[in-house]
């Protein structure tokens, strides 16, 4: 069973290619969707958050938790139905059947996968790595040999890159239960630091710049960036045994356990560090631990993190290449990008086109400002995707599938609008952004219009049920 594959019948030509291996059952998908969502943002971003929030740290990832909720019952619907690599801009075609709309919700897709792993590189040239080896090495060159990296783990194969997520997670996780039992002690009252004084009262502190609602609005648009880990997971359903049944399963319990350890690692984070000092830091849950427990040595905790990061950003660039590569068999890209390794079975032309992309990324922009409108590109693609399920409710498959309720994706879709648009308090700067990225992705369709001429008007349901 573990060695079961698909097989790629659109092959140019039409000879058959090796499909990608089934290699995830429930438990390593559990692993994957609980190892995407945590990493990069609860090490690195929750400062941030906490900017613009203030002290009400837990509200805006107890907001964000619920509108990724709603949408992931909309993408459990979608890939019970059609479980095959390539997610959202498959589930938008066969709704609308508008091509030029389709390639924009891939390639918004596919760059918030490359940004964020980008950023993640980012991170990981950054405060935790100094607090190892300390001042004066090229971040730059960091970032894109942790990229190399990456790649070959990726090019290796899914089922080596999955079970690597399997020892990062365990280890993100023992960081994040390092600073959970050092920061109940500590606000219990016992810890070695005479000069730390918790501080319950800023539980309910906000921001007094903007206001409460504008104060938690604008910080849930961050954190919502801490939430998307399903949609990398919705990619990885033609590499996993039993998609309908096991899919729901794994990936509500692993948003549920996420959620549960944000909002407790928000509590303490708040509740021990002043909001001033957080806002500051690019590593912020090194300052809970250096205030809980001063005796815990930075270098240990700070390897963590970095592990943590490392998690966040293979796990992005697994997602970028299966949607390139899920693109390229239903023919929305040039056919090449779909081409498997003979002996690795991997999409191996998508990998190194994935990994080109962020590395230029990371060399040549600011990938701060990048990762910013990931949670700006992903909020409209699930509106958007949350309409599509309910448009798709009149076709009908006949295997058995999870079925959301209706008002889930209608309530679904409001509000990850709302979060995307200007009233949520997010700067006029990151459309700015978003739109040139868009801009981008224009100009590969009609690149990709040039090469494969006319376009395929309608995908192959059959296909896309399998």
């Known amino acids: 069973m573990a060695n079961e594959t698909t097989v790629n019948d659109g092959a140019p030509g039409g000879a058959q290619e090796p499909g990608l291996k089934k290699v995830m059952g429930p438990k390593l998908l559990l692993f994957f969707v609980v190892g995407d969502i945590l990493g990069t943002t609860i090490y690195s ?17 107890l907001v964000a938790f619920v509108v990724a909720f709603l949408t992931a019952f909309s993408y459990l619907e979608l890939v019970g139905k059609y479980p095959k690599a390539g997610g959202a801009p498959l589930y938008v075609h ?5 091509h030029f709309l389709t390639f924009l919700i891939a390639f918004a897709v596919m760059c918030s996968g490359i940004t964020s792993a980008s950023s993640a590189a980012q991170a990981f040239s950054g405060d935790y790595l100094e607090a190892i080896l300390g001042d004066g090495f090229p971040s730059w060159v960091v970032a894109i040999g942790f990229l190399l990296l990456l790649a070959g783990i990726n090019l290796r194969g899914v089922g080596e890159s999955v079970k690597m997520n ?13 600073v959970i039992v050092f920061g109940v002690i500590a606000i219990a009252g016992f810890n070695s630091n005479p000069s730390l004084t918790p501080d319950p009262g800023r539980l309910l502190e906000f921001n007094t710049d903007t206001g409460p609602f504008l104060a938690v609005t604008s910080a849930t648009a961050l954190a919502f960036f801490a939430m998307v880990g399903f949609e990398d997971s919705v990619n990885m359903a033609e590499e996993t ?8 399963r794994a990936l509500l319990m692993g948003l549920g356990i996420t959620a549960a350890i944000y909002l407790i690692i928000a509590v303490i984070t708040s509740t021990l560090v002043p909001t001033d000092e957080l806002a500051a830091s690019d590593g912020p849950l090194l300052l809970v631990v250096q205030a809980a427990a001063p005796w815990f040595p930075p270098v240990l905790f700070s390897a963590i993190a970095l592990f943590a990061v490392t998690n966040t950003a293979l796990i992005n660039m697994l997602m970028a290449s299966r949607l390139v590569y899920g693109m390229a068999q239903e023919r929305i890209i040039p056919s090449v990008f779909g081409k498997i390794h003979r002996s690795r079975r991997t999409p191996w032309v998508s990998v190194l086109f994935t990994s080109i992309i962020a590395m230029i990324l990371v060399s040549t922009l600011e990938i701060s400002a990048l990762g910013s409108t990931t949670s700006l590109l992903l909020l409209v693609v699930f509106a958007i995707v949350n309409v599509a399920v309910l448009v798709l409710r009149k076709e009908k498959v006949e295997h058995e599938h999870f079925r959301a309720p209706t008002w889930v994706p209608v309530l679904g879709a409001i509000t990850c609008a709302f979060f995307a648009s200007p009233l949520s308090g997010r700067p006029v700067e990151e459309y700015g952004i978003a739109g040139a990225l868009l801009a981008i992705g224009v100009l590969f369709w009609g ?3 040039l090469v494969n001429g006319r376009e395929k008007r309608d995908f192959d349901a059959a296909k896309l049920g399998k």
């Open 45 to 61: 971003l929750t400062g941030k958050v906490a900017g613009k929030v203030g002290g009400a740290l837990w509200i805006p990832f």
């Open 94 to 98: 066969k709704a609308f059947g508008v």
């Open 166 to 178: 399997v020892v990062l997670t365990c280890i993100e996780l023992l960081g994040l239960a390092i």
């Open 241 to 248: 045994r039993n998609p309908a049944k096991n899919f729901p």
């Open 447 to 449: 690149i990709n219009h």
